[in-house]
């Protein structure tokens, strides 16, 4: 069931990310936007690999939520400040 839940999240996120990409971020300078962002997805990939062979898996799920609260948290605030500030 958690596999089937994350797929969804998946498929929901990658259309709506591509949406979003185009109509926000200029044609000349996407693929350099998006080169940045893979940055420190990249980072945070090999920090969470070297940190899974010694942290208890208490510790490591724990961070995988925390860092999914902040996500969701971001995505629900920044849309509102974005549009507050351009009106």
Known sequence: VAFCCFELGL???WPAIAILRAELVPDDIRSTVASLFRVPLNVLVVVCLMVIGWAPEVVVLSACCAE?????WSSAT???ARYRILG
Do not use: D, Q, T
């Open 11 to 13: 498929g929901l996120y």
């Open 68 to 72: 999914l609260a902040l996500c969701l």
């Open 78 to 80: 920044l849309p509102l």
